[in-house]
């Protein structure tokens, strides 16, 4: 992805159920542009794009509805348990979404924008971002809010999380470290206090050292 854009990008990411998108709405309440890679990614698998046609060449028919859209459910099954069809799908979704992400940040007017990105630490392309900020939780926290979130077993869950980046790892990639453990208002009072950050970083003022809520590790 091109590095290339006029506003300062904050590389906002998370493991599974750590709270990105409360988070990413504080942000939005404040007046900062959200870019999610999760809603881009289904806005370029629609009927008729190509990225629905890249994938039904891939995986076959079988993943569509009977309304000719892409059964999300069907291909989970197919590539959760397949390494090989898991990097297929990366390989023809991610150059997809990062287009249309670097799109997006280019029409920003504002200072800074937040862009989601749940899987930036798989990835290992953020090269081009200015800022990471990591939303971190405890794994046993994530567990439980994802059992709850989703309904799923406990065993589900924990290969859901063994299929990201682990904890530690995330927290080496971060600039700013939020910990979602604690109650909402202190969360937006840290969030405010990025806001200003983020702004004095947009506009040149001064190098900041990172902001770190405390991560437990």
Same mark, same amino acid.
């Not at 790892?169 to 983020?198: F, P």
């Given at each position: 992805?091109?590095?290339?854009?006029?506003?300062?990008?904050?590389?906002?990411?998370?493991?599974?159920?750590?709270?990105?998108? =409360?988070?990413?709405?504080?942000?939005?309440? !404040?007046?900062?542009?959200? #870019?999610?890679?999760? #809603?881009?990614?289904?806005?370029?698998?629609?009927?008729? =794009?190509?990225?629905?046609?890249?994938?039904?060449?891939?995986?076959?028919?079988?993943?569509?509805?009977?309304?000719?859209?892409?059964?999300?459910?069907? !291909?989970?099954?197919?590539?959760?348990?397949?390494?090989?069809?898991?990097?297929?799908?990366?390989?023809? !979704?991610?150059?997809?979404?990062?287009?249309?992400?670097?799109?997006?940040?280019?029409?920003?007017?504002?200072?800074?924008?937040?862009?989601?990105?749940?899987?930036?630490?798989?990835?290992?392309?953020?090269?081009?971002?200015?800022?990471?900020?990591?939303?971190?939780?405890?794994?046993?926290?994530? #567990?439980?809010? !994802? =059992?709850?979130?989703?309904? %799923?077993?406990?065993?589900?869950?924990?290969?859901?999380?063994?299929?990201?980046?682990?904890?530690?790892?995330?927290?080496? %990639?971060?600039?700013?470290?939020?910990?979602?453990?604690?109650?909402?208002?202190?969360?937006?009072?840290?969030?405010?206090?990025?806001?200003?950050?983020?702004?004095?970083?947009?506009?040149?003022?001064?190098?900041?050292?990172?902001?770190?809520?405390?991560?437990?590790?």
């Amino acid at each position: 992805m091109e590095s290339k854009h006029n506003c300062f990008t904050v590389g906002l990411t998370g493991g599974i159920a750590s709270g990105k998108s =409360t988070v990413s709405d504080i942000f939005a309440e !404040l007046g900062c542009p959200i #870019i999610d890679a999760d #809603i881009i990614a289904r806005e370029v698998v629609e009927p008729k =794009t190509e990225g629905l046609k890249q994938l039904v060449e891939t995986f076959g028919t079988s993943i569509l509805s009977s309304q000719n859209q892409l059964d999300r459910k069907k !291909l989970r099954q197919i590539v959760f348990n397949d390494e090989e069809k898991r990097t297929q799908l990366n390989s023809t !979704l991610h150059p997809l979404i990062g287009k249309e992400i670097a799109n997006r940040v280019k029409q920003v007017k504002q200072s800074y924008c937040v862009v989601v990105i749940p899987l930036l630490c798989e990835s290992s392309n953020y090269q081009w971002l200015d800022r990471i900020l990591v939303v971190d939780v405890s794994e046993d926290t994530q #567990i439980q809010r !994802l =059992t709850a979130r989703d309904n %799923i077993t406990k065993e589900l869950a924990v290969k859901m999380l063994a299929s990201q980046c682990n904890r530690k790892q995330r927290l080496q %990639i971060a600039d700013d470290v939020i910990n979602n453990e604690q109650d909402k208002s202190k969360l937006k009072d840290l969030i405010v206090t990025l806001d200003k950050l983020y702004k004095q970083l947009a506009i040149g003022n001064k190098k900041e050292p990172g902001i770190n809520s405390g991560s437990g590790l």
